[in-house]
């Protein structure tokens, strides 16, 4: 017979019992049905915000990936999402809810994340326009850099610990 301290796996066990008192007797055996069922939904990660350009007058046919899914007894629960991936999503934003099951038919509860489709289409990259210098020995350097009109431009040197900017110009 197992110990009282015996971990079980999900489903039905039968177990075999005897007992044996001080002076050595023993009892005929029974036999007693343990089941262990899965009562824990599955969890589903947080998933990030999707942002797609529009493509055509109804939206945008959007892609993305399923948010990753965790249970305790299934190793690969069904994730679904709605809208799913690969839907037109129209312009602006759209909320997604999605769900995991498990083996067990447990749901998680929903996770939620917006795809935003933007009009028009991604800004370009900001492009330099004029050489940067190598800042060997140098206290300061300026460049300039070309975008489109109302787009934030945030910058980073490797190194570095302090930039000034002055005003944009467009």
Known sequence: APAST???P???TAVSCTATDAAGNTSPSGTLT???RDTTPPTLAPHQ??????QSSQGAVVPYALPVADDAADPS??????PPAGSTFPLGVTTV???ATDAAGLMSSPMRFDVIVQAGPKPAAPTIV???PRLTNRSAASFE???EPNVLVECSLDGLDHLVFLEPTR
């Open 77 to 82: 629960p069904a994730v679904a999402c709605d």
């Open 130 to 132: 004029a050489d940067v």
């Open 10 to 12: 999900l489903g039905t």
């Open 97 to 99: 809810t999605c769900r």
């Open 6 to 8: 015996s971990t079980f």
């Open 34 to 36: 343990v089941t262990v």
């Open 145 to 147: 850099l070309s975008v």
């Open 49 to 54: 915000d999707v942002i797609a350009a529009q």
